[in-house]
Nanobody, 116 residues
Framework: QVQLVESGGGLVQAGGSLRLSCAASGSIDRISSMGWYRQAPGKQRELVANILSSGGSTNYADSVKGRFTISRDNTKNTVYLQMTSLKPEDTAVYYC?????????WGQGTQVTVSS
């Protein structure tokens, strides 16, 4: 089992920045990847970015490339999502995700609201 606890959401004006954090606990040695998804009202949940445990390769949605950066601190078992140049269309609930033992684990979600 893997537990994920997110923090860092909030309200920001367009053009601003926020950093999300996701702390993992439990069977962290089995995690193969971690990342962030988001879900806006009336829309499907979509991948924002992820990072592989082995090698640290990253992957981003086209809509956030150049603006968002995913990183990890292995000493703290924490993954971060640095979001810059935020747009109103980035407004959503952001969920931390971990893949471990061929299972998906999710955080509780954190709201990000970008005002125009």
């Amino acid at each position: 089992q893997v537990q994920l606890v997110e923090s860092g959401g909030g309200l920001v004006q367009a053009g601003g920045s926020l950093r999300l954090s996701c702390a993992a606990s439990g069977s962290i040695d089995r995690i193969s990847s971690m990342g962030w998804y988001r879900q806006a009202p009336g829309k499907q949940r979509e991948l924002v970015a992820n990072i592989l445990s082995s090698g640290g390769s990253t992957n981003y949605a086209d809509s956030v490339k150049g603006r968002f950066t995913i990183s990890r601190d292995n000493t703290k078992n924490t993954v971060y999502l640095q979001m810059t140049s935020l747009k109103p269309e980035d407004t959503a609930v952001y969920y931390c995700h971990a893949r471990a033992w061929f299972q998906n684990y999710w955080g509780q979600g954190t709201q990000v609201t970008v005002s125009s």
